[in-house]
């Protein structure tokens, strides 16, 4: 854990600037009508997940190079999360994947009380085998022709959601990889109907107060056709289920150029929002650090979620999914998690009655402009701020540099390895 003094001392040299700059914001947004004390206390009151996978160094199927002091396990998983969310006061959630971070319920719970932390959705695996598993998910899981399969899948969800419930998770995230690689090796519509049996299951057992959230991704591991590749097909499944079951949006599942915002408004419109995996692409599933390629498209998902603020029943859950193959994780997780917030602060600047002015008038050219403004406006200071007030850093990536956090465990931690790939 990073010692409070050394934040404090990183705090000190930067505060004066810090408040400078604050000022002029304030002074700025004043005359936009905009006040920035409460701007930063809806930025200080937002929260995302941090995905526990995402603290070890990621890879891809050609390599994996591994950095020091890499988590061996879930403890040193919470510890590293513990120090993202000490230092940006952002995360205050892990979102679990099972079974990775397989561990008692009990324990985990009083690790993640040591490092001030809460768990967000449960994830289960049926991608990958596992040592001493009966049946291959070589051929899929929940929509295999074999039911044996599909049934031991199904209880793999079901544990999931047992664990979750032990820890105060409220949610199950149900992604699959399931598909084909040639054309005709597998019937489309039977394929979907054994995964919507085998879903199905899984909805049943859950507890009132959780939400099954099915994630879609157009390809990979699957390169023909993949049974959950797209929204439509998303919303299909959350709608055959019930109301507890809602679509999850992984940015990085989609064709490049789609228009995400827009399939945000519409699961919005239908009730069917449920969450997010934030992180950024070039090319596909790429796993980049959030906002580092396109963070216009991130604002304009946030421009959505902000207009939709307050309806009945929206409350979409909000996680980071992404892959660090060169970077330090705990530094790549720490901006992402800021850039999710940067998002968020500038689209609560858009003028909201301006904008449906200018959409009514048919002035295309001022209803952009309106947004742009926005979008161009530095939020950096009321984020600053907001972590200052909650002790945490001014400059969390700096004061992790200077807190010597890493070097530290990877004099305890042992060294892992770097052969294969893989995602984690
Ligand atoms: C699949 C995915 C899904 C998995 C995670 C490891 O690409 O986005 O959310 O659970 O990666
Ligand atoms: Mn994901
Ligand atoms: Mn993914």
Not at 12 to 30: K, S
Not at 39 to 57: D, F
Not at 109 to 118: D, H, P
Not at 121 to 138: E, H, I, L, R, V
Request: hydrophobic fraction near 40%.
């Amino acid at each position: 854990m990073i010692d409070r003094t050394i934040i404090e001392a990183a705090n000190a040299a930067a505060e004066p600037g810090l408040r400078a700059e604050y000022d002029a914001l304030g002074e700025q947004l004043d005359r936009r009508g905009l006040a920035i004390d409460s701007l930063k206390a809806r930025v200080a009151a937002y929260g995302i997940a941090i995905p526990s996978w995402g603290v070890g160094t990621g890879g891809t199927r050609f390599a994996r190079f591994p950095g020091a002091g890499e988590p061996a396990g879930i403890f040193d998983k919470l510890d590293d999360c513990g120090v993202i969310h000490r230092l940006t006061a952002a995360t205050p959630r892990v979102s679990l994947h099972v079974p990775w971070d397989l561990a008692p319920a009990a324990d985990l719970r009083a690790k993640a009380e040591e490092v001030g932390l809460g768990f967000d959705a449960m994830n289960s695996n049926t991608f990958q085998d596992q040592p001493g598993q009966a049946s291959s998910y070589k051929f899929g899981s929940l929509s295999h022709v074999d039911g044996g399969t599909r049934a031991q899948a199904v209880e793999h969800n079901l544990a999931c959601i047992e664990i979750g419930r032990e820890i105060g998770s409220k949610a199950l995230t149900v992604w699959v990889g399931d598909g084909s690689n040639f054309p005709g090796q597998s019937h489309f519509t039977r394929q979907f109907d054994r995964y919507l049996d085998s879903a199905r299951q899984i909805y049943a057992a859950l507890p009132e107060d959780w939400r099954l959230f099915t994630e879609h991704k157009m390809f990979e591991p699957a390169f023909y056709a993949t049974v959950v590749q797209d929204w439509g097909t998303n919303y299909l499944i959350a709608t055959e289920l019930g109301p507890q079951a809602q679509c999850l949006v992984d940015l990085g599942h989609h064709a490049p150029n789609v228009n995400i915002e827009m399939i945000v408004a519409r699961l919005i419109r239908f009730g069917k929002l449920g969450g997010f995996h934030f992180n950024d692409s070039k090319y596909g599933d790429d796993d980049l650090d959030t906002g580092s390629i396109d963070p216009y498209r991130l604002f304009l998902v946030f421009n959505e979620l902000v207009d939709a603020e307050g309806q009945p029943g929206f409350d979409p859950a909000h996680m980071l999914d992404q892959s660090h193959n060169v970077t330090d994780p705990i530094e790549s997780l720490m901006s992402s998690a800021m850039e999710v917030q940067r998002a968020y602060a500038q689209a609560l600047l858009v003028d909201r009655a301006a904008l449906s002015g200018y959409q009514e008038e048919n002035d295309a050219l001022m209803a952009s402009e309106t947004l742009k403004r926005a979008f161009r406006t530095d939020v950096g200071p009321i984020l600053a701020m907001a972590r200052l007030e909650a002790g945490a850093a001014i400059d969390p990536v700096a004061t992790f540099r200077r807190s010597g956090y890493r070097a530290e465990v990877a004099a305890r931690r042992p060294q892992s390895g770097g052969r294969g790939g893989g995602i984690v």
